[in-house]
């Protein structure tokens, strides 16, 4: 079956970067673009952006654009989100999802990574 | 970019009675050329990820109880529950991923009464 895993929790200081791994099975890695999206503690849903993991072209929600770089490595199926000047603002579960058979709608969600921004 | 709102915020319904969720968007997520409407449902439990219920705001998603089923067009969307179960305590979110950056609602938390 389709699953997606992620990479262990974090804790970082103020002004560091984070990168978080997601490993899909189950499916062929290039044939379906991967989400990010985030979640701050006890708050809502945040989209961050997708890659296509065939092309390696992202694309990121203006809120992270400065700041977010997502990618990938054919070679071990693993995609990437690194979130670089971090805030305690960033403390968050992060999601990788993988895009939908038919649309880009969030299909199947990682377990999620806990991000802690604190110094 | 496309506001998503939810109602109610929250909503506490009796165990096998129908739950309704109502997400409106800022501008229409109706594609003329397909006639789709770009609009997901997601039910998130307490310590989970969340979970794809409906896309194409009205196509259940394999293995999702039929129980559960999304309706509207254009910029008024719900999800409705028919027979509330105590499996189904969550937090409810609408998706619109009709244009980018693809955002969701605030969320409905559904309770039992």
């Known amino acids: 079956q389709v699953q997606m895993v992620q990479s262990g929790a974090e804790v970082k200081k103020p002004g560091a970067s984070v990168k978080v791994s997601c490993k899909p099975s189950g499916y062929t890695f290039t044939g379906y673009y991967v989400h990010w999206v985030r979640q701050a503690p006890g708050q809502g849903l945040e989209w961050m952006g997708w890659?296509?993991?065939?092309?390696?072209?992202?694309s990121y929600a203006q809120n992270f654009q400065s700041r977010v770089t997502m990618t990938r490595d054919t070679s071990i199926s693993t995609v990437y989100m690194e979130l670089s000047r971090l805030t305690s603002d960033d403390t968050a579960f992060y999601y990788c999802?993988?895009?939908?058979?038919?649309?880009?709608?969030?299909?199947?969600w990682g377990q999620g990574t806990l991000v802690t921004v604190s110094s | 970019d496309i506001v998503m709102t939810q109602s109610p915020d929250s909503l506490a319904v009796s165990l096998s009675e129908r739950a309704t969720i109502n997400c409106k968007s800022s501008?229409?997520?109706?594609?003329?050329?397909?006639?789709?409407?770009?609009l997901a449902w997601f039910q998130q439990k307490a310590g989970q990820p969340p979970k794809l219920l409906i896309y194409w705001a009205s196509t259940r998603e394999s293995g999702v109880p039929d129980r559960f089923s999304g309706s509207g067009s254009g910029t008024d969307f719900t999800l409705t529950i028919s027979s509330l179960q105590a499996e189904d305590v969550a937090v409810y979110y609408c998706q619109q991923y009709f244009d980018s950056p693809y955002t969701f609602g605030q969320g409905t938390k559904l309770e039992i009464k």
């Open positions: 501008q229409s997520v109706l594609y003329s050329s397909d006639n789709k409407n770009y």
């Open positions: 999802a993988r895009n939908g058979v038919s649309g880009d709608y969030a299909s199947v």
């Open positions: 890659i296509d993991p065939y092309s390696g072209e992202a």
